[in-house]
């Protein structure tokens, strides 16, 4: 089992940042590639970024990229996003995921991951 909890949303204003954080603990994540995701009111769940097991490839969707960074710290089982430029299409809440198996690069798919965060809500004004 592998446990997620994120941090680091809040309110902010458009343009500006926030850095989301994801500690995983139970069974490692430093072999799994993992994901960001995000819900917004009255729409289903999307991808947003993911990131490779050795962090040497990351995928972004479109909708972010060039303003989304996805990072990681295997040492210290950590998984980071950090949001610039943000918009008010941005604010929903933001899960962090990973998937079952381990030795894979970036992961796209909803279906791919077996673990969820209980997500961290993001709400920018404009």
């Known amino acids: 089992q592998v446990q997620l909890v994120e941090s680091g949303g809040g309110l902010v204003q458009a343009g500006g940042s926030l850095r989301l954080s994801c500690a995983a603990s139970?069974?490692?994540?430093?072999?799994?590639?993992m994901g960001w995701f995000r819900q917004a009111p009255g729409k289903e769940r999307e991808f947003v970024a993911g990131?490779?097991?050795?962090?040497?490839?990351?995928y972004y969707a479109d909708s972010v990229k060039g303003r989304f960074t996805m990072s990681r710290d295997n040492a210290k089982n950590m998984v980071y996003l950090q949001m610039n430029s943000l918009k008010p299409e941005d604010t929903a809440v933001y899960y962090c995921?990973?998937?079952?198996?381990?030795?894979?690069?970036?992961?796209?798919?909803?279906?791919?991951?077996?673990?969820w965060g209980q997500g961290t809500q993001v709400t920018v004004s404009s």
């Open positions: 995921a990973a998937p079952d198996v381990v030795g894979t690069r970036t992961l796209r798919r909803e279906y791919e991951y077996k673990y």
């Open positions: 139970g069974r490692t994540i430093s072999t799994r590639a």
């Open positions: 990131i490779s097991w050795s962090a040497d490839s990351t």
